[in-house]
């Protein structure tokens, strides 16, 4: 009977040690990036929600009631911080919770502040008795009486921090004609630009 040969050199106690340190050191590198990535990561989504909740936030335009401003598409961004540093103004377009349902986001433009008296007269608005001049949009646009808010020869009276809003392409609005006005606590925030499509990208008035 023949018998094999064999030799068998185990490795010294020192290199076992060594290679199983390295292990343990790829292991911690492994898992210190990870760790890194999960924070970094925690970190952008906590910016973004800061930055959505408070500063600015994209809202797309569902309808065509600000026509030919805003189309049915159009995706906006709001600035949320600018009325903390002074009121609206008139002529701004502002996104708001609608009063009917506050869950609703509605865009339309700013028209009267509270204490103001607003009247749709022959096509224009006149508020305090004066055609409105603050906008050249309120000169472009054909205003049609209608609504509970919005009859001919009807002078409205908005109450104390509340907001007259009105829609750009007035046949086709569902604004404060019909339900009334704005509470200011509603108010989000100033539409400042259409972002996306590319081929409408511009700043808004």
Known sequence: MNLRRFSYFPKPPSLRTS?????AQRSQQRASVWRENIESFLWAVALALLIRTFIIAPFK????????TLIEGDRILVSKFLYHFRPPRRGEIVVFRYPEDPKRPFIK?????GGDTVEIREGQILVNGQVLKEAEVFQSIHYVNDGLYGKTRQ???????HFYVLGDNS???HDSRFWGFVP????????????WPLNRLRALR
């Open 171 to 173: 046949r086709s609005s």
């Open 184 to 195: 200011a606590r509603f108010l989000i925030g100033r539409a400042v630009c259409i972002f």
């Open 61 to 68: 335009i569902p309808s065509g009631s600000m026509h030919p």
């Open 155 to 161: 002078v409205i009276q908005v109450p104390p921090n």
């Open 19 to 23: 290679e199983q340190a390295s292990d």
């Open 109 to 113: 433009r700013l028209v009267a502040l």
